[in-house]
């Protein structure tokens, strides 16, 4: 097992990484809560009836009452309407400051949870017990948390970290393949702009990692974690180094836009989203052909990505709207090596556009060549 | 002029007390933002009408794209979904991470402005612009934001400071008499629970305060922040000393509760829980008659209280709904001196319901005699 330190600015916390780690976690949680007057387990029906019972048995051993929330899997549910709901429940079941959330899911749920946690009464303790690789590997560490507007999505939410965060290896198990080839996108990403020694182990050891062998995966999730510490310990806020977690990111958020966030999931747009930032990245000279072939050849290794409809032009107006865009430059982080990425303030439509159809025509060639 | 400084532990600022401050907020607001993209103002139709334009002409002065978005006034707003509907105006505008906010008008709208800033983007910054007596003297200072659910006041929110706040004392003007009596209670209680000489400067002068003479009501105002101010500094998120600041507060908001928020004004329901809670005081000999008497004497020199119809029973009742109790026990704030007071843990539903009693009788006493 690991136990792996974030030491950001307005929080220091633990992410546990272990096999069988859910009916421990009550006792691990509880000296870090001031007092636990009551638990609220915040999960997907599905969720719930894999993982739920040891959770909730491991508060309940120590004598807590522990009531369970319900949010209805998928992006669709991450909105203010359903945060509203969850409040007044929480209010119902009497929450008061004491209170104790547990996020038990993956990403939607973490952040949904987490928002919760900020707003209920200004602020009551959380813990993140992420059950997919995505959320493993990322969402849960770092203290975003939000939800969606109609608008677009994150646009609303809050910093704020949890308590701790479990990362039960086990829960992988019962995650459907496509999901956690998806997830393993970030750990991709992780390896291309910071470490280079866990992208040339994922290049080692893609076939059994795709296939979840734990002996291979648990490294990877391990190094993943590591590496989003480090960035979230140096700039917690987003005013600097942490915005090179948003590679592949500002075309990702566009293709899944464009897609109705229904078709591709967040890994897999974003491994899309990563070989059109390597196409831009060719372009300007700042990387060589052999470098990008690593990337892509590492990101199709964890694919299939599926095809999808858009036009360039449109996808590029979307990233417009994208939140990373600072009052009309339109930045990009580029790869420049294996494990080095520049942050790119001046990138123009024109070019963006170029970069988009590349990744577009790679995706109709190897799309026909597999129908 | 008066610049109070606060310093709490996640920000600083200062509350600037002056007449003829609005136009120049926008230039005394830029150098603390770091960018400002474009502005957005919070108000209500009735304040955008009296005092939007110099606000507004200042920023666009500055060359910043100014909005203003209306919120309704009352209380009934104070919800999720005009919350919600604000951040989807925000997206529709364009408004980015450099936006800044400005909350223009009464407490409703600067614990909404307030948390809107909070968590539109996960944060951006925001300047409070208090023009009643109440949020001048207390919601404008101390960072709580937020907004009521279905099942009770200020049950979501955020810790969230302004930039600034600025105070225009012009502004009081305009104000209905009745509001700015209404605001004075929140002087009272800083005067009982900290400040005698305030408490005493508010007994010589009660008359030309209570007709909104500046000489007077200036001093009054400063005071009262500076205590807010002195209480945050020591313990911005109510684990202990900010707790005294909700004195007259736990039958204050039964008693609005009662009422369906509509037939008192939040100081005037302040004003009779202050009673209520001086006979408490009283019961428990923790208070002398003769300084209960000065209370409840300064407390009716800001009236009429609006008498109103409510059960003592039930206001216990609605007690145990605040928020302020904690896991079981029943806290209130006693006096014990003009200028001290106790936190006491311990008070059983008999004792309250007696000191209630006690308190609706004079109300019902009064009542007859005027009527």
Chains 1, 2 share one sequence.
């Not at 952040?111 to 009464?121: E, S, Y």
């Not at 229904?262 to 747009?269: C, P, V």
């Amino acid at each position: 097992m690991s136990d792996i330190r974030v030491e950001a600015a307005s929080a220091s916390y633990t992410v546990h990484v272990d096999r069988n780690l859910l009916a421990s976690i009550a006792e691990r949680t509880a000296p870090l809560a001031r007092k636990i007057s009551q638990v609220f387990i915040v999960t997907s029906p599905e969720i719930d009836r894999l993982w739920g019972a040891p959770v909730r048995n491991g508060f309940e051993t120590l004598g807590k009452r522990v009531t369970t929330l319900l949010i209805p899997a998928g992006e669709s549910h991450k909105r203010m309407t359903t945060i509203e709901r969850l409040l007044e429940e929480l209010a119902q079941h009497g929450a008061d400051r004491d209170t104790l959330l547990v996020a038990l899911g993956g990403g939607v749920l973490g952040d949904m949870t987490g928002f919760l946690a900020a707003i209920w009464m200004r602020g009551v303790p959380f813990i993140q017990v992420p059950t997919t690789l995505l959320s493993q590997v990322d969402s849960s560490v770092g203290g975003k948390t939000g939800a969606n507007l109609a608008a677009g999505k994150n646009l609303v939410g809050a910093f704020y970290h949890p308590l701790a965060v479990f990362a039960d290896l086990d829960t992988l198990s019962t995650l459907p393949p496509r999901e956690l080839r998806a997830g393993l996108q970030e750990s991709v990403k992780a390896g291309v702009i910071r470490y280079p020694q866990l992208f040339a182990f994922m290049e080692q050891n893609a076939e059994a990692i795709r296939n979840g062998e734990l002996s291979v995966l648990q490294p990877v999730i391990e190094d993943s974690i590591r590496m989003k510490a480090e960035v979230v310990e140096a700039d917690e806020r987003e005013s600097g180094l942490r915005m090179i977690l948003n590679f592949g990111h500002t075309v990702g958020h566009a293709i899944e836009a464009a897609t109705g966030y229904k078709q591709l999931l967040h890994g897999e747009a974003i491994g899309w989203g990563m070989i059109a930032a390597v196409r831009l990245a060719q372009s300007r000279n700042l990387l060589d052909e052999a470098t990008a072939t690593r990337i892509t050849k590492l990101v199709h290794a964890f694919g299939p990505l599926p095809p999808f409809e858009a036009e360039a032009q449109h996808l590029v107006t979307l990233t417009g709207s994208d939140k990373k865009k600072r009052s009309g430059t339109l930045s990009f982080i580029l790869p420049t090596s294996i494990g080095t990425v520049d942050i790119v303030r001046d990138v123009t439509e024109a070019e963006l556009l170029t970069a988009v159809e590349t990744m577009l025509a790679e995706m109709r060639t190897a799309n026909a060549v597999t129908a």
